[in-house]
């Protein structure tokens, strides 16, 4: 079965940093795109970060270029969301997302996803 399992959210005070994890079981990492999303109450579900399978090309929402970076380490089956000079509006709840084979920009779009983990809290509050 597979399954994204996300860790390192938390408290943050504005200006700090998390990084958050994503252990996946049940297929091998390396040839799949992963993706990271956020979502606050009342509010749509909004990419963040992609890595797409195979090329390791990697996509960022504007609102997060230059501060978050996302990762793989294919051999501990495991992505990372490193995210930095953490902002109010970051506060949300962080999803990631597995899919096979998905390449490109498309990585960006969650309707192409089918594997999801059960998020972790991100806060932001001095």
Not at 37 to 43: A, C, I, Y
Request: with cysteine.
């Amino acid at each position: 079965q597979v399954q994204p399992v996300e860790s390192g959210g938390g408290l943050v005070q504005p200006g700090g940093s998390l990084r958050l994890s994503c252990a996946v079981s049940g297929f091998t990492l390396a040839n799949y795109a992963i993706g990271w999303f956020r979502q606050t109450p009342g509010q749509e579900r909004e990419g963040v970060a992609c890595i797409s399978s195979s090329d390791e090309t990697r996509y960022y929402a504007d609102s997060v270029l230059g501060r978050f970076t996302i990762s793989r380490d294919n051999a501990k089956n495991t992505a990372y969301l490193q995210m930095s000079n953490l902002l109010p509006d970051d506060r949300a709840v962080y999803s990631c997302a597995a899919h096979p084979y998905l390449f490109g920009s498309t990585c960006q779009r969650s309707e192409y996803y089918d594997y999801w983990g059960q998020g972790t809290q991100v806060n932001i509050s001095s």
